[in-house]
């Protein structure tokens, strides 16, 4: 199956901080990466498909780029409410799988 | 608006079996796939489970195959996790998720229910 590094395991930034976190895959994904934003005790809430798609009702400071093995999403100018953990998912090989996420903490 | 609630987890000894249920509304449940995704305490998000819209097509992590059985009741638009020989390792927040556009991302979850395997 296909392994997902996120990187860093946890990034401390400020409110109104550019976000950058990453998300290598053992093999090509081709451009079928989601990313997903989950808060404590909430479900994961979908913010990005194939790669650079922004789900519906997701703000335009989220990002997605990247293809192959190499992604990113990128968060422009941090809000309180974007300090949760995020993680990746391919669905490019069965069976899907996700990264084992990074926390955006609050410096 | 469209929702998903999770219910049937509790605490059950290792061996046991207990059933999940998912009932969904505001969108048209016949007409999607649906999946099964855990989560063991402070751990990352795991794929169990998925199923087609008719309940044809069944899919299986190998961790659970043999063991789990996914299921569904258009008629009720209800989802069902059928869990059997359970373990310490099944222990984990178990939420069904919407498949987005026929795929395996996940457009819409539920808050989950928590499932505790332990004697």
């Known amino acids: 199956e296909i392994v997902l590094t996120q990187s860093p395991a946890t990034l401390s930034l400020s409110p109104g901080e550019r976000a950058t976190l990453s998300c290598r895959a053992s093999?090509?994904?081709?451009?079928?990466l989601a990313w997903y934003q989950q808060k404590p005790d909430q479900a994961p809430r979908l913010l990005i498909y194939d790669a650079s798609n922004r789900a519906t009702g997701i703000p335009a400071r989220f990002s997605g780029s990247g293809s192959g093995t190499d992604f990113t999403l990128t968060v422009s100018s941090l809000e309180p409410d974007d300090f949760a953990f995020y993680y990746c998912?391919?669905?490019?090989?069965?069976?899907?799988?996700f990264g084992g996420g990074t926390k955006l903490e609050i410096k | 608006e469209v929702h998903l609630v999770e219910s049937g987890g509790g605490l059950i000894q290792p061996g046991g079996s207990l059933r999940l249920s998912c009932a969904a509304s505001g969108f048209t449940f016949s007409s999607s796939w649906m999946h099964w995704v855990r989560q063991a305490p402070g751990k990352g998000l795991l794929w169990v489970s998925s199923?087609?819209?008719?309940?044809?097509?069944?899919t299986y992590a190998d961790s659970v195959k043999g063991r789990f059985t996914i299921s569904r009741d258009n008629a009720k638009n209800t989802l069902y996790l059928q869990m059997n020989s359970l373990s310490g390792e099944d222990t984990a927040v178990y939420y069904c998720?919407?498949?987005?556009?026929?795929?395996?991302?996940?457009?819409?979850w539920g808050r989950g229910t928590t499932v505790s395997v332990s004697s």
């Open positions: 199923i087609d819209h008719y309940g044809g097509a069944m």
């Open positions: 093999q090509s994904v081709s451009s079928h």
């Open positions: 998720a919407r498949a987005w556009s026929g795929t395996y991302y996940m457009d819409v």
């Open positions: 998912q391919q669905r490019f090989n069965w069976p899907p799988t």
